[in-house]
């Protein structure tokens, strides 16, 4: 079965420009998570959906905001783009019950 | 704000060595998980330890949690040059997931 996959891989933006990034989660996930990762940190949580629905919602500006499609796929759109979003933004998937999460690859994204 | 601190922040050792790394945390929890990055990439699942259990193995890994003091240590044996990677501990409150500052292990072939 393939994996939880992200794209694009690499994104470069200006500053207040607006981004789309998109994750599959692993067929059979209905929950996917996003977190925005900055060099030497670790993951900080920005949403999670479940069934099209936000669950969670981490410490982010409105600027941030998702959405799950129904094939459970799922979108992060950040807007007015700052240099402080430069970062690695994750994707995760979990099955139904489970909290093992399964990681994409991320997108790397830099503002300029 | 991250909930979990990983101590220490790197770790270098020589390939076979013993690699312990430990977790703090603040608030009451279900369950502890450890995750491996490498090289800045996708997180890769090591273990699920619950609130209710002591610790857990799982190949060279175990883990231990003692939630009177609210950490985790995770202990890799026989340590080789591929568990290179950076390590981080997880907490989840409500459909919320809050990862830790992460360890940066360093293996010396």
């Known amino acids: 079965d393939a994996g939880v996959t992200q794209s694009p891989t690499h994104l470069i933006k200006t500053r207040g420009q607006h981004v789309t990034l998109r994750c599959s989660p692993i067929?059979?996930?209905?929950?996917v998570s996003w977190y925005q990762q900055v060099l030497g940190q670790g993951p900080q949580f920005i949403f999670q959906?479940?069934?099209?629905?936000?669950?969670g919602r981490g410490n982010f500006p409105d600027r941030f905001s998702a959405r799950q499609f129904p094939n459970y796929s799922s979108e992060l759109n950040v807007n007015a783009l700052l240099l402080g979003d430069s970062a690695l933004y994750l994707c995760?998937?979990?099955?139904?019950?489970?909290?093992?999460?399964?990681f994409g690859p991320g997108t790397r994204l830099l503002v300029l | 704000s991250q909930q979990g601190e990983e101590d220490p922040q790197a770790l270098s050792i020589q390939e076979g060595e013993n690699a312990t790394m430990n977790c703090s945390y603040k608030?009451?929890?279900?369950?502890l998980q450890w995750y491996r990055q490498n090289s800045g990439r996708g997180l890769v699942h090591l273990i699920l330890?619950?609130?209710?259990?002591r610790e857990k193995h799982s190949g060279r890994l175990r883990v231990t949690l003692d939630t009177s003091k609210k950490s985790s240590s995770l202990l890799i044996t026989a340590s080789r040059a591929a568990d290179t990677a950076s390590y981080f501990c997880?907490?989840?409150?409500?459909?919320?997931?809050?990862f830790g500052t992460g360890t940066r292990l360093k293996v010396l072939a």
């Open positions: 067929s059979g996930h209905k929950s």
């Open positions: 330890i619950r609130s209710n259990e």
């Open positions: 997880a907490t989840s409150e409500t459909y919320k997931y809050i």
């Open positions: 995760a998937s979990s099955p139904a019950g489970q909290e093992t999460q399964y």
């Open positions: 959906y479940y069934e099209k629905e936000e669950r």
């Open positions: 608030t009451s929890i279900n369950n």
